[in-house]
């Protein structure tokens, strides 16, 4: 069967309400920008989404976030989203933050099929011992905190136990990628794109440049075509900067 999608919707047509989702990109870097505009148009709702960030207020998956599809949030950074802040803080949205190399881990893991892991990020903070506001309610109170973890020690130092992830859907975006799903990312583009490819059960990428099998070098490719379900050739998207600093 073609791993190959005509577009965007397509492939993404069958991603229903309350469905997890692992999205890849760093800011606005390395976005599948296709494949949530594709969601943002059929309107699905209760998402959950394992991602870095959550875009900013009118791009990648803030668009999502604007529009009311999003019911809970992991990642690591949420500070460029005006809208995130407003939703987190009145109880609209269930957002657990958890530290970068955490989050790169879990996800990663889960694709490698080890269930959890231990690691000294996060031991003696809030991270480990729970209390992290999820959700908030209405009056601004706790509705939903952060439970405890276990801890273990190894060679006398102190590691928490953090729960691996598998998504229903992974969205990424690549460079380059054949019609067998095998990719590679330009420069740092990469970011969570493979870890997230990896952790979806059902992965979805958006290329720039497609390919036929056997065009790319072996050795070149950064994400092999087993951890990818479906593609599709969007060609090379308009790329928003998200802080635009010039010279006087």
Not at 37 to 48: F, H, I, Q, Y
Not at 100 to 121: H, S, V
């Amino acid at each position: 069967m073609s791993k190959v999608f005509a577009s965007a919707a397509e492939a993404v047509a069958d991603i229903a309400d309350g469905s997890t989702l692992a999205v890849g990109g760093f800011g606005l870097c390395g976005i599948p920008s296709e494949l949530i505009g594709g969601l943002a148009d059929r309107g699905v709702s209760g998402l959950e989404v394992f991602s870095n960030n959550c875009g900013v207020d009118d791009c990648g998956l803030g668009i999502l976030l604007s529009a009311g599809q999003i019911r809970r949030v992991t990642a690591s950074y949420v500070g460029e989203n005006k809208e995130f802040a407003r939703q987190y803080l009145s109880g609209e949205l269930e957002v657990e933050l958890t530290p970068q190399g955490t989050l790169a881990e879990r996800l990663r893991a889960g694709g490698a099929g080890i269930p959890a892991f231990y690691t000294p990020a996060g031991v003696g903070t809030p991270v480990s011992e729970g209390g992290l506001p999820w959700r908030y309610d209405a009056d601004g109170s706790v509705a939903i905190a952060s439970p405890p973890k276990e801890t273990r020690e190894f060679g006398g130092k102190t590691y928490v136990l953090e729960q691996s992830i598998v998504a229903d859907y992974a969205l990424v975006h690549a460079e380059i990628g054949d019609t067998e799903g095998n990719l590679v990312f330009n420069k740092t583009a990469m970011n969570f794109n493979p870890l997230a490819a990896m952790a979806g059960r059902i992965t979805i990428v958006q290329v720039e440049k497609l390919v036929e099998p056997g065009e790319l070098d072996p050795a070149q490719v950064h994400l092999p075509g087993v951890f990818v379900q479906r593609v599709v050739h969007t060609g090379v998207q308009d790329k928003r900067i998200e802080k635009r600093t010039v010279s006087a």
